[in-house]
């Protein structure tokens, strides 16, 4: 999903130059209706591309119709270089957006910074549907992240190669796997850590000291002779993956669900494990001057008709449990799945995060 996020969608040019007359009319001539409408609105971060444009498309202008609230968009990579530019923004007094979408391990990065405004939950009382795995908090309980989307990477394979369903994550160490796997390259996006104590060490506990992580990535290590490809261009593995080339490895759902609905001979299996479950939050920025106008914001989109309208439109899977939302089986599991998800401990990322790139290297993708 990462790489279809990064596609940043262009808007014209000429689209942007008539927008920013309209506010310079509206200064040298004193039209207060014009400036009145540009007040009444959010700037927000949604990762580009396709992400992006389902977002414009089927989201935000609900949001505008529910609220009178307009949005402007702006494309956001989803990793550090926008906690960057969020954080060099803020020393010098300014957001770039009012709100945006956060990865967890950025959400906690962020939070050591003090980047994000620290929220009411009284002023938003939908985000009372919201899973308690996907809220964020300071270390004084206060909120400052609410679940946006989540999404799934699973054990994805070519039914033309590999005819029956893979049921476990062993079956990236068996032996007849030999030179047959894509692998995600990064310590810190794959999550590999996490499967290999989930389905090796009974749990992720084991990933509470560094010797554990020794011993998990000494056990991970045994993957590397089936590895064809540790992939960061996921578009390069997409392709290996529908031609038969590379037959199996970690994928996004979402994405295997479209390419299998488009025809490909690609299946997409959630473990026994469970599937990977990684996530974006809702942030906003401790120098946007529109905390109000976010509250309602991240209220409308915790609301569980809003997250089955995302698991429709965008293919992410729901925030809220999903009892309280009216998808359908077919729809559920064309995003999301029953059996109890590995969720990161992204905990380990931020705190370890030189000494596990630094190990990861010489152990697994050397």
Known sequence: MDDMKKGISRRSVLAGIAGGSAVAMAAITGFPGILKAQEK?????AYGG????????HIFPEFTKATGIAVESVAQ?????????????????????????????????????DLWAKLDAAKMPNVANVMPAYLNKYADGSLCGVGAVTWYITLVSNTDVIKEAPTSWAELWKP?????????????????????????????????????I??????????????????????????ALKSGEIPMGQYYHDVAGLAAADGHPVRSTFPKEGGINDSGSWAVSGKSEKIEMAHEFIDFMSQ?????????????SPTVARAKTDLTDAEFASVSSEIEPIIPRYDIYLQRADWLSQKWTELIVS
């Open 214 to 239: 020794m011993q998990v990535m000494d056990k991970l290590a045994e993957v590397k002779k089936n590895v064809q490809l540790w992939y960061r261009d996921e578009a390069q593995f997409e392709q």
């Open 304 to 316: 569980p008709e809003i997250q089955a309208l995302l698991s429709r439109k965008v293919g992410t």
């Open 41 to 45: 609105s959010l700037k927000i971060g």
């Open 50 to 57: 396709y992400f992006k444009d389902s977002f414009d498309k």
């Open 77 to 113: 990579p989803t990793g550090e270089a926008w906690l960057v530019q969020i954080e060099q923004a803020a020393r010098a007094g300014k957001a770039p957006t009012d709100i945006s979408m956060i990865s967890q391990g950025m959400m906690q990065r962020g939070a050591a910074a």
């Open 176 to 212: 007849e796997r030999a030179e047959q796997l894509g692998l995600l390259a990064l310590v810190s996006n794959s999550f590999l850590l996490d499967v290999t104590a989930k389905t090796h060490f009974g749990g992720q506990d084991i990933l509470d000291t560094e010797e554990g």
